[in-house]
């Protein structure tokens, strides 16, 4: 069996090898293939073809993909979690240091200097590029997941004093904080007490505007925010205000829109805080990993849409549905395979919300009474997607 890729964006070449030669990767199917694999692409409002099975999001940032309409069809969603989190933790370090020393308004100076006493000109006029330094200084850090987790923990190690706010905080990256870190409860701390502000959530209803007038309210003066999550994080209006007022001495974020660009105190960045060798690598082979292991075995890890499902495969056949999540729908699985005649060797059903996936390991070793059974599945109320996969 040959599964068949389209890629959206520039994928790394060198990671897509994890798919190993049982992919076809952007060839005749891929206007209707099994999986997608992109980065930024959006597809919002764009149909979804029949055979699509599977989108990985080489990135963290799903916000790209309509996962309720990927849902709805059956489609399992993946991204790379961390997989380019180093590269955000290292832009968003040099950006604090962009704003505490102004080293681009510095160099666009002395690039207008002309003539043989340069070096006197310099010397007469750096003064006015004196800047401050990041120790010693309060970070916040709103978000403390794979990238704000990182940053938080390097800022303690150049000396800043750091608060994180995160009500979600997963188990394990709580252990790897640095216990200096200090925790907010409510993020408001954050915007009391930092000088710089640091944001690594995802965009959310929730987080959309997080950077509000009220917010920018409980601000003290000259504080630096830093944006490397989404533009919509942020209340463009309320900023600019801010930024007028004192409050914000500089922004810089990598998410430019037309009224950002070109202002004083504003630093635009295009979308690069993820861009560097490494991270593009390490997402491709996450992502190419993840479709492989989901094509191949039917198991499920790191979906942002259905849970985690992990179950070696041991008999000749496995059937895979994604359902409906209602009463009594694993009984009525139950019983449609053993009106086939065939025995479960094991059943697995995971739920999220109003949908769920069962993966079904049959010792059967007949592939007609297989495709038989999977076809009624195919027609049967509540069954959304169904795929058969041999060992
Ligand atoms: N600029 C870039 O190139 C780039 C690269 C990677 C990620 N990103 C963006 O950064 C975001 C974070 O990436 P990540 O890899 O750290 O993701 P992550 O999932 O590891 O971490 C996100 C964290 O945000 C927390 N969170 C969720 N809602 C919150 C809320 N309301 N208040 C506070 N915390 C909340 C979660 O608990 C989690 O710990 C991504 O969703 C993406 O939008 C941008
Ligand atoms: O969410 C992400 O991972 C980043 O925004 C990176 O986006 P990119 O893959 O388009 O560089």
């Known amino acids: 069996m040959v599964y068949t890729v389209k890629t959206y964006n520039n994928i790394n070449q060198v990671g897509l090898r994890e798919l190993g030669n049982g992919f076809q990767i952007d060839g005749d199917q891929k206007e209707n293939p099994d999986a997608y694999i992109i980065r930024s692409e959006n597809l919002h409002g764009v149909d979804f073809p029949d055979n699509l099975k599977v989108i990985a999001r080489a990135g963290a940032g799903t916000n790209n993909i309509p996962i309720d309409v990927a849902t709805d ?17 290292e832009a968003v370090i040099a950006s604090t240091l962009l704003s505490a020393r102004d080293y681009l308004g510095a160099n666009k100076w ?24 990041i120790a010693g200084k309060t970070l916040g850090v709103i978000g403390l997941g ?6 938080a923990n390097d800022a303690v190690r150049l000396g800043m004093n750091v608060i994180g706010y995160d ?10 904080l640095n216990r200096a870190i200090i925790r907010a409860t409510e993020i408001q701390e954050i915007f009391k007490n930092s000088d710089y502000i640091t944001i690594h959530v995802p965009l ?20 630096t925010i ?15 205000d801010a930024i007028e007022t004192g409050v914000v001495k500089r922004y810089i974020t990598d998410f430019g829109t037309e009224e950002l660009l070109n202002k004083d105190k504003i630093i635009v960045l295009p979308h690069v805080g993820g861009s560097t060798e490494e991270a593009e690598l390490n997402c491709a082979i996450m992502a190419s990993q993840t479709i492989r292991r989901f094509l191949e075995t039917g198991e499920i890890i790191n979906s942002v849409n259905f849970p985690n499902v992990k179950q070696v495969l041991t008999t000749p056949f496995r059937i895979t549905l994604v359902n409906h999540n209602v009463p009594n729908i694993v009984a009525r699985i139950s019983t449609r395979v053993s009106d086939a005649g065939i025995n ?15 993966l079904i390991d049959l010792d059967e070793s007949d592939e007609e009474k297989v495709k038989a059974l999977a076809a009624g599945f195919e027609s049967s109320e509540h069954i959304i997607k169904v795929r058969i996969i041999k060992k």
């Open 226 to 240: 830093i944006n490397f999550a989404r533009g919509e994080l942020v209340d463009n209006k309320a900023l600019f």
């Open 167 to 176: 009500p979600y905080v997963s188990v394990e990256t709580a252990w790897g």
């Open 344 to 358: 479960i060797s094991n059943i697995i059903n995971r739920s999220k919300n109003d949908h769920a996936y069962t």
């Open 146 to 151: 794979a990238i704000g987790a990182r940053i």
């Open 204 to 223: 959310t209803p929730e987080t959309k505007e997080t950077f509000n007038r009220e917010a920018f309210d409980l601000m003290g003066k000259d504080v």
């Open 110 to 133: 002395v690039n207008t200097l002309t003539g043989d006493d340069v070096p006197s000109q310099v010397e007469a006029g750096k003064k006015q590029f004196a800047g401050t330094e």
């Open 73 to 89: 069809h059956g489609i399992v969603v993946f991204n790379t979690p961390g997989a380019n989190a180093n590269a955000v933790k």
